[in-house]
């Protein structure tokens, strides 16, 4: 089991990425990712099972199989993989693949060799890395989840920046997400209907009396509110995730007819408008002059979050 965290392994995997092609010993390899070559080497090898020489020999090979299947010349092909003769590639090729690049070519076999570490070329330039390692494999809606409940509660923390002019100002006049929740113009009404929809939605879910309007809209009383409706719509999601009820019915009752809907058009629908929203209050707490909103890109919110995991990691660096 590896004892290097997997964010700096990615960390020390991206640094190998980047000199992949150039002529770099293992000393100045380790440079580039500021430790010793014993360090470094230490490692790779700790979290990947492959010494560094031998991770980037196999990245290189990948890489030219995959060439080869491309139909690129077997002479392109090792010297860009980094031989300095036709006949020093072909013996390695065919040591790697059991099969000589001109053979291999025909074959159409996959380009991947055998790896326990599951760490792969990805064509045209790129790696293929394997998930942390999970008892319970996560889903799509797992990952839109948790953005959307990191996103809003930072948005909440940012809008405390802001006076009370700026968060009742009408930034937007117009704007109106769905006609029967009414317009908001401010930010402070943005901020209530991300949290008030997760109340209500998980009062109609689980069955609980439904919240009473015109809550607490301070910025301490939104985070308040939201400290107790985010993690609360989070857990009805993961009840319905365990129990692949995505398509199961309830009745509420409170709907003038009473409707039925499906717990995973309700997930879906809150998840939806809330990106809405949030994308919207984005731009409005710009305006209003907070510095740097929140992203509400999921892919940047993970890169921040993995930079915020590595953080003890990089500290620590200066004394390893």
């Not at 099972?49 to 060439?67: H, K, Q, T, V």
């Not at 209500?200 to 301070?218: H, K, L, N, S, Y």
Request: proline residues 6%; contains cysteine.
């Amino acid at each position: 089991m590896s004892s290097v965290p997997p964010d700096r392994l990615r960390s020390l995997v991206d640094h190998m990425l980047g000199a992949l092609d150039a002529q770099l010993d293992g000393r100045a390899l380790a440079r580039t990712a500021f430790l010793s070559r014993f360090h470094f080497d230490r490692l790779v090898a700790d979290g990947l099972g492959e010494s560094p020489a031998a991770f980037r020999r196999r990245l290189l090979l990948e890489r030219a199989a995959w060439d080869l299947l491309r139909g690129e010349r077997v002479t392109d092909v090792g010297l860009t993989a980094g031989y300095a003769s036709t006949e020093a590639f072909s013996r390695a090729f065919a040591r790697a693949f059991a099969a000589p690049p001109s053979r291999f070519a025909r074959s159409r076999q996959d380009f991947r060799l055998q790896a326990r570490n599951g760490v792969h070329f990805h064509p045209p330039a790129g790696l293929l890395v394997p998930g942390d390692e999970r008892s319970d494999p996560m889903d799509v809606t797992e990952r839109l989840l948790e953005h959307d409940h990191w996103h809003t509660t930072r948005l909440i923390d940012q809008a405390a920046a802001l006076t009370d002019e700026q968060l009742d100002r009408e930034i937007r006049p117009d704007h109106q997400v769905l006609s029967f929740d009414g317009a908001e113009p401010t930010a402070r009404l943005m901020l209530d209907r991300l949290v008030w929809t997760k109340e209500v939605w998980v009062a109609a879910m689980d069955g609980t009396d439904m919240p009473q309007p015109g809550g607490d809209r301070t910025v301490a009383g939104l985070r308040r509110r939201f400290s107790t409706a985010g993690p609360a719509f989070l857990a009805v999601a993961e009840r319905v995730r365990a129990r692949g009820a995505w398509d199961d019915a309830f009745v509420d009752a409170l709907c003038d007819p009473p409707q039925s809907f499906t717990f995973g058009a309700v997930i879906a629908h809150v998840v939806t408008f809330s990106a809405h929203r949030r994308q919207v209050l984005v731009g409005a707490l710009e305006e209003l002059g907070v510095g740097e909103p929140a992203t509400n890109c999921p892919i940047e919110w993970e890169r921040l979050r993995s930079v915020e995991r590595a953080l003890p990691a990089e500290r620590l660096r200066g004394t390893a």
